[in-house]
């Protein structure tokens, strides 16, 4: 019985030491380390949100853009037209 | 008994040492060092991306902003070519609108319908023939868009001129002749449209004099007379004239 009670808190405290041992010895980031990854994670995410935002905004851009082209196509052979029409 | 409780103790105090570490997920260094590596390459990699996204818009708007430029300077000159002004384009183009937009509801009427709106439609077609002659008409998609609306009107005429018929009566009942006919309110209400009548009827009234009864006649759209209704008119009266003249 007193073996018994002897093998269990050899155990025991070699269990607690090991695991003194395990969380005391591994290396961490500090506190401010913590800071900068999740600070350099937020600003990526805002500019994910940003590039989103700027590529809608060129999308449209471009799309203003062609149907402007196609006026002023349109507008340069009404003038041709007109101009032959009229034997200016 | 004191061993069991022992071992408790024990296992609460890993717990408690081992614990925070477990909850908040902590990382290693290592791990640390490789994900702000990581986040900082991506980082540089979005920055690098939204200047360029943003040299783009630019030069996009810069674009924009000469195609206006060019776009007024280009309609500036076809205007002057033309000879009007930006207003007189403008109204033209809200009149065009306007009937291309009305013909298309009336031709989802029904023939039976569509009579109702006989005066309004002879009227736009007037309208929309004087249009065709005006200057804007040598812009060729005005163009397009004026001829396809006169073929619209002159389909609805034609649905007009085919549902509106009458059946010739006898003479000594109804006193029914082109003259009559024509001077009924359900017609033109004018006898002197009668040549429409005859010209529209061409293959049935050989000579305008003669209608026979249970004839059904065409009554053509219109209000006036077109250049041939009237030279067909002129030369039977020149014919009647003649005829009644007394003989040297």
């Not at chain 1, 800071?35 to 805002?46: G, I």
């Not at chain 1, 853009?65 to 032959?84: F, I, M, P, S, Y």
């Not at chain 2, 449209?193 to 209608?211: E, F, L, S």
Request: net charge positive.
């Amino acid at each position: 019985m007193i073996l018994k009670n002897r093998i269990g808190t050899a155990i025991a405290v070699l269990t607690l030491s090991a695991s003194l041992f395990i969380a005391g010895c591994t290396s961490k980031p500090s506190a401010e380390e913590l800071r900068q990854l999740n600070d350099l994670k937020a600003e990526v995410t805002s500019l994910e949100k940003q590039i989103a935002e700027q590529e809608r905004v060129k999308a449209n851009l471009e799309k203003e853009v062609a149907e402007k082209n196609g006026q002023l196509k349109q507008c340069q052979t009404d003038k041709d037209a007109v101009k032959k029409a009229t034997g200016q | 008994m004191k061993t069991k409780i022992f071992l408790t103790i024990v296992l609460a105090l890993m717990f408690l040492i081992d614990a925070p570490s477990v909850l908040a997920q902590e990382m290693t260094k290592e791990q640390w060092q490789q994900e702000m590596s990581q986040f900082t390459a991506k980082r540089n990699d979005l920055k690098s991306k939204l200047d360029k996204l943003n040299g783009d818009i630019k030069n996009l708007q810069d674009q924009s902003k000469k195609l206006d430029g060019d776009l007024v300077a280009c309609n500036d000159e076809l205007l002057t070519l033309l000879g009007i002004t930006q207003a007189e384009y403008d109204a033209f183009i809200s009149e065009l609108n306007g009937y291309e937009s009305r013909v298309n509801e009336l031709m989802r009427l029904s023939d039976e319908e569509l009579l109702k709106y006989r005066d309004e439609i002879l009227k736009m077609n007037g309208r929309v023939n004087e249009m065709a002659k005006h200057k804007m008409a040598l812009i060729p998609r005005i163009n397009d868009r004026l001829k396809k609306l006169q073929d619209n009107i002159a389909s609805l005429m034609k649905t007009l001129d085919k549902s509106k018929t009458y059946t010739v009566g006898t003479w000594a009942k109804d006193r029914d002749c082109l003259w009559n006919i024509a001077k009924k309110k359900d017609t033109y209400n004018n006898a002197w449209m009668w040549p429409k009548i005859w010209q529209g009827n061409k293959d049935k009234i050989k000579n305008p004099d003669i209608i026979k009864p249970k004839w059904v006649l065409k009554i053509p759209a219109g209000t006036e007379l077109t250049k041939e209704e009237k030279s067909a008119a002129n030369s039977y009266y020149k014919k009647k004239a003649e005829a009644a003249a007394p003989v040297q």
